[in-house]
């Protein structure tokens, strides 16, 4: 009898055990799905840029120093100019969210030891997408004065057209609500 009551003993404590370990396993990955489901949706959109950088005769310069200022990385380019692929997090901006949200922007400064410093301001990127471009053209120090460069790159006509009526369509509202 003994015998029997330590070997149920035995099996309702060993029964007892799979039960927390089952249990203790279902809450974590009950807790691993919980985080991932967080990181996907707090995780922002990746783009990727590559850029070209020539001289003014479009012959390109290796060894150029291109900068996403957002991300704080820096890439060189090769003997033909180009960076590697730059992976840059999309962030939406008030601008781009009033019409369609597809684009965004990105600061680039470029320099380059014997040319003049570049800075490209609203460099566009694409929301999930590859862009390869611009090509950006350095002066040498002694072809320019200049100390440095700075150039905007502005939205495709269609988005401006399109943010223009918009605007003009808020102005109509307006007027109407006075």
């Known amino acids: 009898m003994k015998k029997f009551i330590k070997s149920k003993a035995f099996i309702l404590s060993f029964l007892a055990v799979v039960v927390l370990v089952a249990t203790i396993q279902l809450t974590a990955v009950a807790v691993q799905n919980k985080y991932k489901d967080t990181q996907l949706t707090d995780t922002k959109p990746v783009s990727s840029l590559r850029i070209q950088v020539v001289n003014l005769r479009g012959a390109p310069l290796a060894n150029a120093k291109v900068t996403i200022v957002e991300s704080g990385k820096t890439y060189s380019t090769d003997l ?7 992976q840059v997090t999309f962030q939406e901006t008030a601008l781009t969210k009033t019409v369609d949200g597809n684009f965004s922007f990105v600061t680039v400064v470029v320099t380059r030891d014997g040319y003049v410093d570049y800075i490209l301001y609203n460099c566009l990127i694409y929301k999930e997408r590859m862009r390869s ?18 150039t905007v790159e502005v939205p495709p006509d269609e988005w401006t057209q399109e943010f223009l009526n918009k605007i003009k369509q808020n102005y109509s509202a307006a007027k109407q609500d006075d």
């Open 80 to 86: 033909k100019g180009y960076t590697p692929v730059m």
């Open 133 to 150: 471009g611009p090509i950006i053209t350095l002066f040498n120090t002694g072809e320019s004065s200049a100390k440095y460069i700075s």
